[in-house]
């Protein structure tokens, strides 16, 4: 079984439906991070947890909201899905300090239409 | 301007080529320096890591930082069809909250 899974692996959703993307990992990572992708664009932060109590916003939060319902399993949900909010969405997890780096999962390509 | 800019290719190159990939970055306070390769369909995974300036190899690999220049490299040696995939640089503070920033990353197609 892979480090970090994702679920699904694709979605196509209509504007204005609410969408969860799930994350777990058996990396035993406290650090859980949700990234999407954009061509052109990179890897952009939304949403980051060090711990099931901690949740912190990224760069591009707005949108979007997250819940950490156990060290393991970190969902990334879309409250009301937009076209724009079509992209690549990468889970990834890390070790304290975490110095070496980030584990990924495969992604969820999510389009909205 | 970006924090961290990288060329986005894509670049082509022969079988057995030496390839130079390369990132400048504008935050003098970057410490920790990485490099990534994607493969389409696939979630980045961790190739390089470096601390401060100097350079790192691992076997065809090798990762140079020149923090005076704001600029860091990945060298490969005898690129493979194999090595095909996209490279992003990523960076961090110390501290920082393990928080990465990433290049825009390089597509790199190595031709028989």
């Known amino acids: 079984d892979a480090d970090v899974t994702q679920t699904p692996r694709n979605r196509i959703t209509k504007t204005g439906k609410r969408i969860m993307l799930e994350c777990s990992q058996t990396?035993?990572?406290?650090?859980m991070y949700w990234y999407r992708q954009d061509p052109g664009l990179g890897l952009r932060l939304i949403y980051y947890?060090?711990?099931?109590?901690?949740?912190n916003k990224g760069e591009i939060s707005d949108g979007y909201s997250v819940s950490r319902q156990a060290q393991a399993k970190f969902s990334l949900s879309l409250e009301s899905a937009i076209p724009n909010q079509t992209a690549l969405y990468f889970c990834?997890?890390?070790?304290?300090?975490?110095?070496?780096?980030?584990?990924f999962g495969s992604g969820t390509r999510l389009t909205v239409v | 301007q970006k924090e961290v800019e990288q060329d986005p290719g894509p670049l082509s190159v022969p079988e057995g080529a030496i390839v130079s990939l390369n990132c400048t970055y504008s935050n003098s306070a970057f410490q920790y320096f990485m490099w990534y390769r994607q493969y389409s369909r696939k979630g980045p995974e961790l190739l390089m890591y470096t601390y401060s300036s100097g350079n790192k190899e691992d076997g065809r690999f090798t990762a140079q930082v020149d923090k005076s220049s704001k600029y860091i490299s990945l060298f490969i040696r005898d690129s493979q069809p194999s090595d095909s995939a996209t490279y992003l640089c990523a960076m961090k503070l110390t501290g920082g909250g393990n928080k990465l920033t990433f290049g825009t990353g390089t597509q790199l197609k190595v031709e028989l």
């Open positions: 990834a997890t890390s070790d304290f300090p975490g110095s070496y780096g980030y584990t």
């Open positions: 947890s060090f711990d099931v109590k901690d949740i």
């Open positions: 990396k035993g990572h406290d650090r």
